[in-house]
Nanobody
Framework: QVQLVESGGGLVQAGGSLRLSCAAS????????VGWFRRIPGEQRELVAYITTEGSTNYQDSVKGRFTISRDNVKNTIDLQMNGLKPGDTAVYYC????????WGRGTRVTVSS
């Protein structure tokens, strides 16, 4: 059974940084495409970033140059380093992993104050 558990969310001032981590069990992060979505209040869930099994990364335009996705194959985690945070980044962030099914974590809340 695949489980994904996010951590690292919180309250930060604009311009600050946070590092989100997603601990995976029941699967290996190196064997699947993994990444992060977010749900901004009042909006649809949107893709933030993902990393493929080959290690290729892809980012939403609004976070390019500020966010970095990575995975730790030893710890079996998916990490999202977020720098230069803006109030518009306020959202609940969800990690996901895709094999024949898309598995989701329960989310971690990020609040960026102006």
């Amino acid at each position: 059974q695949v489980q994904l558990v996010e951590s690292g969310g919180g309250l930060v001032q604009a311009g600050g940084s946070l590092r989100l981590s997603c601990a995976a069990s029941g699967m290996h992060v190196s064997d699947n495409t993994v990444g992060w979505f977010r749900r901004i209040p009042g909006e649809q869930r949107e893709l933030v970033a993902y990393i493929t099994t080959e290690g290729s990364t892809n980012y939403q335009d609004s976070v390019k140059g500020r966010f970095t996705i990575s995975r730790d194959n030893v710890k079996n985690t998916i990490d999202l380093q977020m720098n230069g945070l803006k109030p518009g980044d306020t959202a609940v962030y969800y990690c996901y992993a895709q094999d024949s099914y898309v598995h989701w974590g329960r989310g971690t809340r990020v609040t960026v104050s102006s």
